[in-house]
């Protein structure tokens, strides 16, 4: 048996054999269920947890002793653009984030990416919407034609749909489909909250004949509804489509009607405050908080804002709604809108910071936020391979010290990531 006696530790051997991991505080997505745990890894799979009594392993093992730490899920990203950049997903494992949703990229973009991922354990896994369900001139392609500096952007956005009747979307959601999307993602964004000089003001947008046709058509593939939208009319306007969730939470004040909205679609929201902070530029402070590891032009983006929302419309309206939409039971799922392109945002890093935003603006415990990162995706996505520490799921793990149930900040001081089974590197860690 080969001992790892410190988390800090990695024994090239838990790439070959199986690791138990010993005397973990384990938080298994929904709740704590030991303080004093352990977990068997096998063949990148959990195959046995034992609250209380030490697991004696049948086989060569390497043990890993958390005395100290607590064992939680991989945690999950519901809103990325990750594009064709895979030093994304590389960062992203480095935080404990170990599966991304990538809501909106080119299908042979992700195609690559999911490759890779398969291949790779030091990256995080990759779910995509492939192509958005856009409309001719309508988001993104007015805010990518107004920032973008890629030569021949006009060529590549002439590729998206250009969804028009139920024929063009059935045409779409099989297009995606094959190409391996999970899920179907809708825009509805007019402009009204950004100060942006757009090519059309108001921006083209679906009508409610299309956005629920979409949503109908997706539904009859299996497939589940995310839309974007920033205000209260374009939220309640997808809502009344059917869509299962929004990504991005309204920056108006909360209402009553919005609430019912949400609650006769079962409906949840990712409301990516990592990102909507930027927009709004606030959250200096905590933006630096976040990026006290970096250095040079990382630290220089993650501490940059977007500084785009009209400044009638607070910050403090998004935390109200998303403290009002979790009070209410709506299920809120963490997501950060990271990319690359996004100042403000950093892979891994603004699951943190999101996190961190719930528990210190909305009223969130620790532990609703720890669920909004693990199994409320897993079970609003229909993920039944991870999000929990269960026998039988994918062994994506975090191990960090300290607890984070108690302190939200815990979870930056990392001492393990676990995907598939196969631990990263120590020096690769945040």
Known sequence: MLWDTNPDIVDIASHMCATLISKARIFDGVSVISECGYVMIESGRITQISLREPLSPSSPCTVVDASGCTLLPGLIDAHMHVFQDVELLEI????????????????????????????????????????????????????????????????????????????????????????????????????????????????????????????????????????????????????????????????????DELIQAYKKNNAFVIPTLAVQTSCRGVEQETREKFASDLEGEERKHLCGCLNITKQEFSIEAAYAQVTALKESGIDVLCGTDTSADLKGTRAGASVHHELWLYVNRCHFTPLEALVSATSKIADRFGFSDRGKIEEGRLADLLLVAGDPVQSIDALRDIKGVWRNGERLAQEKLM
């Open 92 to 255: 992203a494992m480095r935080y404990g984030v170990t599966t991304v949703l990538d809501l909106h990229n080119e299908p042979e973009w992700f195609k690559a990416l999911s490759a890779i991922a398969g291949e790779r354990k030091d990256v995080a896994d990759i779910k995509s919407a492939c192509y958005a369900a856009t409309i001719k001139n309508g988001w993104p392609s007015a805010i990518v034609k107004l920032v973008s500096q890629e030569p021949n952007i006009d060529d590549r956005i002439a590729k998206w749909p250009n969804l028009t009747d139920k024929k063009s979307i059935e045409e779409y959601i099989a297009r995606n489909k094959a190409a391996g999307a999970s899920f179907v993602k809708l825009m509805q964004e007019d402009g009204y909250t950004m100060g942006l000089p757009f090519p059309e003001v108001p921006v083209p947008t679906p009508s409610l004949e299309l956005q629920k046709s979409i949503v109908d058509t997706a539904h009859e593939n299996g497939m589940l509804t995310i839309a974007h939208a920033l205000s209260n009319h374009s939220t309640l306007h997808v809502l009344k489509a059917g869509v299962d969730g929004l990504t991005h939470v309204a920056i108006d004040p909360i209402t």
